[in-house]
């Protein structure tokens, strides 16, 4: 499984930013999507998460209300709609996506991406 971020950049606090992650390769494999975040010096955290069908979703209490995931299975692609961006949502944001259930792959991740940097300018 490959995953491709892209739609990170530079935006203004209070300005919105689109995220995609396509999947591609053994994609049949995948149930559970997400996205995490990492600043340098700390831990890789994770920000929004949507099981297979869509219907249940997590997210990081400190994006809630804020940003959206969601995902287009035909086109293996998810997304994660960030609006209202704050400066400490700078971070480099990776997709993941597990084989297993929402929780574990809020846990442990089988897939990841190699990350698309989102800075928020004050």
């Known amino acids: 499984v490959q995953l491709v971020e892209s739609g990170g950049g530079l935006v203004q606090a209070g300005g919105s930013l689109r995220l995609s992650c396509a999947a591609s390769?053994?994609?049949?494999?995948?149930?559970?999507m997400g996205w995490y975040r990492q600043v340098p010096g700390k831990e890789r955290e994770l920000v929004a998460g949507?099981?297979?069908?869509?219907?249940?979703?997590v997210y990081a209490v400190s994006v809630k209300g804020r940003f959206t995931i969601s995902r287009d299975n035909p086109k293996n692609t998810q997304y994660l709609q960030m609006n209202s961006l704050k400066p400490e949502d700078t971070a480099m944001y990776y997709c993941a996506a597990g084989e297993g259930t929402l929780e574990r792959m809020t846990r442990w991740p089988d897939y990841w991406g190699q990350g698309t940097q989102v800075t928020v300018s004050s």
């Open positions: 390769g053994s994609i049949f494999s995948i149930n559970a």
């Open positions: 949507m099981s297979s069908s869509g219907e249940s979703t």
